[in-house]
């Protein structure tokens, strides 16, 4: 597809359990952006990547959570030992360069911790 | 620190209706500012955009939004609403000091259009 592509689309896990949720960015695009919506929270920033490295990590809420992007294109967003407070809809978005782009957002993966 | 508030945060209209939806940021310095859509089940969709030049942003379907800069604002228009407008609307920020295009959301407003 010529969209952003994350997988799961929706993910049921136990406290306490480790999660991986991936994303694809629109070929080409070398920006690569996390966020996380929550009810509570709204649409935050998590993490951003220009090509592999992550410049700004300053939106991870906590150690347990890592991001690593390969290849300058799929990237993937652990959560470890998860608390129900992660529970949300993590969104990733992508871009051709940094700055002054508009990002383009996929479907999200959905995260319950019960 | 950036930030963006809108105020509006659940709009119902009729049909055919004007719409005007608030959004407010903080940042004194070289801003970029977007609306995106969020329609029901689908991923956020970029409306419009405002980097620089005109202040006055039209964007698709019909929706526009005006930059002022005395009031910080970049408030949502569209002359005359539709039952598929119903969605929640996201106004954004990004930019300042190596502008690296992370996006600061206001808390977003739910507009539902009775038809």
């Known amino acids: 597809g010529a969209g952003v592509s994350q997988s799961p689309s929706n993910k049921v896990t136990e406290k306490g359990k480790d999660v991986e949720l991936r994303c694809d960015p629109i070929s080409g695009h070398t920006a690569l952006y996390w966020y996380r919506q929550s009810l509570g929270q709204g649409l935050e920033f998590l993490i951003y990547?220009?090509?592999?490295?992550?410049?700004?990590k300053s939106g991870l809420p906590s150690d347990r959570f890592s991001a690593e992007r390969t290849g300058g294109s799929v990237s993937t967003l652990t959560i470890q030992r998860t608390q129900q407070e992660d529970s949300a809809v993590y969104l990733c978005?992508?871009?051709?360069?940094?700055?002054?782009?508009?990002?383009?957002f996929g479907d999200g993966t959905r995260l319950s911790i019960l | 620190a950036q930030s963006v508030s809108q105020h509006n945060h659940h709009v119902i209209l009729s049909e055919a209706a004007s719409l005007e939806l608030g959004c407010n940021y903080s940042y004194g310095g070289t801003v970029n500012l977007f609306w995106y859509v969020q329609y029901p089940g689908q991923h956020l969709q970029l409306l419009l955009k405002?980097?620089?030049?005109?202040?006055l942003v039209k964007g698709i379907k019909g929706f526009e939004a005006e930059f002022i800069k005395s009031k910080f604002s970049f408030n949502l228009r569209k002359p005359s609403v539709q039952w598929s407008d119903t969605a929640e609307y996201f106004c954004a920020s990004s930019g300042g000091s190596g502008n690296t295009g992370k996006l600061i959301f206001g808390q977003g407003t739910t507009l539902q259009v009775k038809p």
């Open positions: 978005a992508s871009s051709f360069h940094v700055g002054n782009q508009p990002q383009h």
């Open positions: 405002y980097f620089s030049g005109d202040p």
């Open positions: 990547f220009q090509g592999n490295s992550a410049p700004d």
